[in-house]
C-alpha cells in the first residue's frame, strides 16, 4: 500500500499530540479517535441512504418534535456506543435523546470527559442528497470521577470545552475539530479508510462576502438584523462587497464553508421563536468555540455564545457566527437601532 509518509492521518496526528505535551494523558486523543470510528461508520451509511431501506420515518419524533429518520437512530447509537466503549467518556448528551446518558461501568465512572453531539444535524436534507453533518463537543466532568456523571457535567459554558468539532458528510467527508490550540481538517481517504490532515491550522478570514441567513424569515427578525441584511444586499466593491448570499439550509455546511472563506452565518431570533432554533450546547457552542479558535466570533447578538450559562440540555439561541469584521458591522447595526429605541 502506497501510503503518503507526509500525509499524518488523525490518528497520527492526535497522538502526536500527546507526545508533544508530556503532562497529556492521551485520553482526549483516544476519545477523539473514538469520533473519528463513529465518523467513519455513519459515513459509509450516509453515502449508501439513497439505496437502502435506511431513509424514511422512524416513526418517532425527538424531542424537537421533528420526525426522527433512521439515519439519525443509527448515528446516535454508533456515537454512544463507541463513546461508552472508550475509555475516555463519562456520559454523553445528543439531540435525540431527551436526557442526558451516565456511563455506569467502572471505567467509564473513572473517565475524565463528558460529550454533548447533534448526531446528524440537518437530517431532513438526506433525502434529497444535502449536505448533512456531526457537530460535538467535548467538556472535562466537574463531577467527581469515580462516580456517574452529573447534569452539571452537561450544563458548562462553551468556554469550558477542552475541544470541539464536526464532521461534514459532503463531496469528501471531513472532520474538523478545534482544541485551545488550533484548528485542524482532516478529509476521509476512502481507499485507506483513514481521515487524513489536509486543512492544518484553520484560521477564519477576518471579512469575507458571504452572508448566510434564510430570507424567508426576513420580516419576522428584528429591525437590527433586517438593517444588516439590507447592508449586505448593498455592498458594492466600494463598500468591500459585492457580498453574494449562500444558505443551504444544512449548518454544518453553511458554517464549514463560511469558516474557510470568510463570511457570516445568522439564525436570528424571531418575533415568534425569540430564541431562534438552533440548540446552544450542541450546535452553538462547538461551532463558537470553533470559530474563536479559528479567529472568528460567535454572539447571540448581544452576549459571546461561549459565555452563556446554560440551564437546560436542549435550550435554544439566536447564533451569529464568522468572520470578526462581519460580526462588527452587524453588532454596530444592532446597536445603532438599539440606541434610536
Ligand atoms: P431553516 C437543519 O434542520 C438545521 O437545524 C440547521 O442545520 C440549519 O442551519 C437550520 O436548521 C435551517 O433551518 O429554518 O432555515 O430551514
Do not use: W
Not at 143 to 163: M, N, P, Y
Not at 278 to 304: H, K, Q
Request: proline share 3%; hydrophobic share 35%.
Amino acid at each position: 500500500m502506497n501510503v503518503n509518509r507526509n500525509i499524518l492521518t488523525l490518528d497520527e496526528f492526535t497522538i502526536q499530540s500527546v507526545r508533544q505535551f508530556p503532562h497529556a494523558t492521551g485520553e482526549l486523543s483516544s476519545l477523539l479517535r473514538d469520533i473519528g470510528l463513529a465518523a467513519k461508520r455513519i459515513n459509509v451509511e450516509v453515502n449508501k441512504a439513497g439505496l437502502v431501506d435506511i431513509l424514511g420515518d422512524h416513526g418517532t419524533t425527538n424531542i424537537q418534535g421533528e420526525e426522527v429518520k433512521k439515519l439519525d437512530i443509527f448515528a446516535n447509537n454508533q456515537f454512544m456506543g463507541v463513546l461508552q466503549r472508550g475509555v475516555s467518556c463519562a456520559g454523553i448528551a445528543s439531540e435525540e435523546l431527551d436526557d442526558f446518558v451516565a456511563f455506569d461501568d467502572d471505567i467509564s465512572k473513572n473517565s475524565k470527559y463528558v460529550c454533548l453531539f447533534d448526531p446528524l444535524d440537518g437530517s431532513g436534507n438526506i433525502d434529497v442528497n444535502v449536505s448533512i453533518g456531526t457537530i460535538f463537543g467535548i467538556y472535562r466532568r466537574v463531577s467527581e470521577r469515580g462516580t456517574i456523571a452529573r447534569k452539571e457535567d452537561f450544563l458548562q459554558k462553551g468556554h469550558a470545552q477542552v475541544a470541539a468539532g464536526y464532521i461534514v458528510y459532503g463531496s469528501s467527508t471531513m472532520l474538523v475539530y478545534a482544541t485551545r490550540r488550533s484548528v485542524n481538517g482532516f478529509t476521509l481517504d476512502p481507499s485507506v479508510g483513514e481521515f487524513c490532515l489536509s486543512h492544518p491550522n484553520i484560521q477564519c478570514p477576518d471579512s469575507g462576502n458571504i452572508y448566510s441567513v434564510n430570507h424567508g424569515h426576513f420580516f419576522r427578525y428584528s429591525e437590527g438584523v433586517r438593517k444588516y441584511i439590507n447592508v449586505c444586499q448593498n455592498k458594492t466593491k466600494e463598500t468591500g462587497g459585492p457580498y453574494t448570499q449562500r444558505y443551504i439550509g444544512s449548518m454544518v455546511s453553511d458554517v464549514h464553508r463560511n469558516l474557510i472563506k470568510g463570511g457570516i452565518f445568522m439564525y436570528p431570533g424571531t418575533t415568534d421563536k425569540p430564541k431562534g432554533k438552533l440548540r446552544l450546547l450542541y450546535e452553538c457552542n462547538p461551532f463558537a468555540f470553533i470559530t474563536e479558535v479559528a479567529g472568528g466570533r460567535a454572539t447571540n447578538g448581544s452576549t459571546s455564545i461561549l459565555d452563556i450559562e446554560p440551564t437546560e440540555l436542549h435550550q435554544r439561541t439566536p447564533f451569529f457566527v464568522g468572520s470578526s469584521k462581519m460580526m462588527d458591522e452587524l453588532e454596530a447595526c444592532m446597536a445603532s437601532v438599539e440606541q434610536k429605541e
